[in-house]
């Protein structure tokens, strides 16, 4: 919806206000880039024509002959004024106009003979000196219009990635409150793609913002004044295109908006495609299907090939669609123009156009400033695209900002003490999708210091029992509860500052080592980092086998260390945290036997005194757990010691064979 859209991409230009200065100095240097244009223009064409062309003439000469035309022309005026007062019937609207002119005369001439001491005193007396003396004029014209550019440009750039930078922290604030099955959904690179590629897009759009598109106008509307005040009458009778341009150009405006907004969810899946085949690539090489991954990359990518294709046929009708009606509008100014002159006229078809005639010169000059709009005008066209391009990023930009987080902080949360009765789930019942149930009316209670060990089929539900106690999602129906309070009536951060997460991925940040177990706790010592480790015994490992130590960055997703290194540094990560409730989602099905019996003997020592819930299928972590929870369908079949459920549960038996 382009209301809509222009609404988002008017959001994003809100955030360069906080420049205000920077945006009050831009204007100024656009407003002086625009005003060094047209004078510019102006220095070139109309004293050149009137006065270095001429043989023998300065400035002090130009001056005193318009002083001596004018002086006649109000001697010719007076005399026709005198003429017509003397017949029987004077014309009272043509002694008006003539009353007029004389009155524009004396003012242009009053103007003269002010500006004639300063002129004689300052100015060149030989022609070729004059000539010199102008060229020097617009050089330094010149010199200070690019001292403004440079300095615009460069404002007009920090004031476009400033405002980027916090629409981009804005961006991955709200992500990161996102549910975590949000990614799992929708795919990481979908929400890369917005943050990096759509941002830098609306980067771009910001920076015309404060760029061309307060720059270029300001020139054109200098070079119309200038031709206006030649004559306004004349400049409209050129001018009568635009309204057809106008229709035009919101046309491209149209087509350009839906391609690009396309082209963005192209880029998206682009992004997608990429970041899974990477995350799967030993997978992909184990069973030999990068002919596969290749055609299907192909797809996407000639499909986005496509799309922006279709961009840079409408871009490119865009310059030649402005510079044909600029070209009209040159031309039909060059013929009313000659027409007027030519004919020594000031009206056409009785519309008066001029006060007076039109000498060569001054036609020159309109017909300059015509040329010097027509610049400005191909520039704005030129980031006509762009500015459809941010639009569009805006809208998906936004999307993402605007976005309900599905789960947050209740309105008024109550205080959560410190876990030390139970964790009871009441009849809970949980479905990802609607009338596709994962949990079925689940009734748990597990008491403050108990270690209970959930086991069952993929896809029985463990895992989902975890994440509505973490609240990475809500229950569908009934409630989870720690110590007699509902876990959505407290603040996320207070619920899950007590509890402690090793997943079955140990993921790890691309920092050091210590910055890793730190990560559990951010004020923790030193000290306190190393006495974690030493308790998830990776103590000796850290210090023995890697070069430097504590200090030794792990890589990505901790990709230079064993995953039985990994594991037992994301077990430091939690154990620094000293929670009253750890939580293990099959924290040792993907580690060595060694690492997994460091592991059980770091948890026998650590569940002392706290909570442990343990999902698990590794019949090796039993002898940790208190009891024993056995799931099948979204539904707990059985519970009981591990020695009871063998003689009482048939299904833990076949399941312990």
């Given amino acids: 919806m382009p209301g809509k859209s222009q609404y988002n991409y008017f959001r994003a230009v809100r955030e360069t206000f906080r420049y205000k200065p920077l945006i009050f100095a831009a204007v100024f240097c656009a407003l002086m880039i625009s005003v060094l244009w047209g004078g510019n223009i102006a220095a070139v064409v109309y004293p050149i024509t009137e006065i270095c062309l001429k043989k023998d003439s300065t400035f002090l000469t130009w001056l005193d002959e318009k002083i001596q035309e004018n002086d006649e022309k109000i001697q ?22 003539l009353k007029k002119n004389v009155q524009n005369y004396q003012f242009r001439n009053e103007w003269y003979r002010w500006a004639r001491p300063y002129i004689e005193k300052y100015t060149p007396k030989k022609p070729f000196q004059t000539v010199v003396y102008l060229m020097v004029i617009i050089l330094i014209g010149t010199a200070a219009k690019l001292g403004f550019m440079i300095t615009h440009t460069f404002l007009s750039a920090v004031i476009a990635n400033g405002a980027a930078m916090r629409i981009r922290e804005q961006l991955y604030q709200k992500v990161l409150r996102y549910e975590t099955d949000y990614f799992s959904k929708q795919g990481i690179g979908s929400t890369m793609t917005r943050l990096t590629n759509d941002v830098g897009v609306l980067t771009g759009g910001l920076d015309s913002i404060y760029g061309k598109i307060v720059r270029e106008p300001f020139k ?13 009458q004349l400049l409209l009778l050129t001018l009568v295109i635009i309204p057809l341009a106008v229709y035009a150009v919101r046309w491209l405006a149209a087509s350009i908006k839906r391609s690009v907004r396309k082209s963005l969810e192209e880029t998206s899946r682009l992004f997608g495609r990429i970041e899974e085949t990477f995350r799967a690539i030993k997978i992909v090489k184990s069973f030999t299907r990068e002919s596969f991954e290749r055609h299907k990359f192909h797809r996407i990518n000639y499909a986005n090939y496509r799309r922006q294709i279709t961009i840079v046929k409408y871009g490119a009708l865009t310059n030649p669609m402005i510079e044909l009606f600029g070209i009209i509008t040159v031309c039909l100014a060059v013929v009313v123009g000659a027409y007027l002159v030519m004919g020594e006229r000031t009206d056409i078809w009785g519309i008066a156009m001029l006060s007076e005639p039109m000498d060569v010169g001054t036609l020159i000059l309109f017909f300059a400033m015509l040329a010097g709009a027509a610049d400005p005008a191909r520039r704005l066209s030129d ?43 009441d009849n809970v019942s949980f479905e990802y999708e609607a009338n596709r149930p994962v949990l079925k009316n689940i ?35 009934g409630a989870v509860l720690i110590d007699g309070l509902p876990v959505t009536a407290v603040k996320l951060r207070d619920l899950l500052g007590q509890i402690g ?15 890793n177990i730190r990560y ?37 997703g901790g990709g230079n260390l064993s995953g039985g290194q990994r594991q037992r540094i994301a077990l430091a990560r939690a ?53 024993v929870i056995l799931m099948n369908e979204g539904r707990i079949i059985a519970s009981g010691t591990h020695a009871e459920l063998l003689q009482t549960s048939p299904e833990y038996a076949r399941f312990h064979g």
């Avoid at 010719?76 to 009272?92: D, F, R, Y």
């Avoid at 054109?220 to 306004?232: F, K």
């Fill in 443 to 477: 009734s748990l209670e597990i008491p403050f210091g108990e270690c209970t060990a959930i086991l069952g089929a993929s896809g029985c539900g463990k895992s989902t029992l975890i994440n509505l106690l973490s609240r990475f999602a809500d229950v569908t129906s």
């Fill in 76 to 97: 010719e005026i007076e005399n026709e004024t005198a003429k017509l007062q003397n017949t029987p019937k004077a014309n009272v609207r043509q002694m008006t106009v």
């Fill in 383 to 425: 980031i006509f695209t762009q500015f459809q391009s941010a639009a569009a990023a805006a809208d998906r930009v936004y999307e993402i900002i605007d976005r309900k987080v599905p789960i947050g902080d209740p309105p008024k949360p109550v205080p959560m003490p410190k876990h030390s009765q139970s964790i009871r789930f």
């Fill in 220 to 232: 054109l509307v200098v070079c119309l004044a200038v031709a206006a005040s030649i004559s306004w």
């Fill in 501 to 515: 997460l090793v997943t079955q991925e140990p993921i790890l940040f691309n920092e050091t080592v210590l910055d």
């Fill in 575 to 627: 154990f620094i945290r000293n929670p009253p409730i750890l939580l293990l989602d099959e924290a040792t099905s993907q580690i060595d036997i060694q690492s997994e019996r460091m592991i059980h003997q770091a948890l026998e020592t650590f569940k002392q005194g706290r909570t442990v819930i343990m999902v698990t299928h590794r019949l090796s972590a039993l002898p940790l757990a208190d009891r």
């Fill in 520 to 556: 559990g706790r951010a004020e923790a010592t030193k000290e306190e980092v190393v006495e974690a480790a030493k308790q998830a015994f990776a103590h000796s490992f850290i210090e023995q086998e890697l070069a430097q130590g504590y200090e030794t960055v792990v890589g990505p």
